[in-house]
């Protein structure tokens, strides 16, 4: 069994920062797809970033350049630093993880909700003007 656990949300600026965690506990996350997801008051729940076992990531077009995701094996931590905050990255940030092996998609680890077994409960982000 895998349990995710997020942290670092809270109200921000826009154009700030914000570092988010999510602290996985159960099987390795080494071999494992790790992703996040965003959901905003239109309740749509959308990729915003993986990250696969070796390392490549995949972004969505919406954060690319600003977001970025990593991981730390040894402490089974996933990590998403955002820059560059504005009103529409604010939403209930989810961590999620695959349970069958990471699904690649024209070679890059996918961004398919439905690819992800695991979840968290989120951890909020709010994006003030």
């Known amino acids: 069994q895998v349990q995710l656990v997020e942290s670092g949300g809270g109200t921000v600026q826009a154009g700030g920062s914000l570092k988010l965690s999510c602290e996985l506990s159960?099987?390795?996350?080494?071999?494992?797809?790790m992703a996040w997801f965003r959901q905003g008051p239109d309740n749509k729940r959308e990729a915003v970033a993986v990250?696969?076992?070796?390392?490549?990531?995949n972004y969505a077009d919406s954060v690319e350049g600003r977001f970025t995701i990593s991981k730390d094996n040894a402490k089974k931590i996933l990590y998403l630093e955002m820059n560059g905050l504005n009103s529409a990255d604010s939403a209930k940030y989810y961590c999620?993880?695959?349970?069958?092996?990471?699904?690649?998609?024209?070679?890059?680890?996918?961004?398919?909700?439905?690819?992800?077994?695991?979840w968290g409960q989120g951890t909020q982000v709010t994006v003030s003007s």
């Open positions: 990250i696969d076992g070796d390392g490549t990531t």
């Open positions: 159960g099987n390795s996350a080494g071999s494992r797809c």
């Open positions: 999620a993880s695959d349970k069958w092996g990471c699904t690649l998609i024209n070679g890059l680890p996918s961004l398919v909700q439905h690819d992800y077994t695991y």
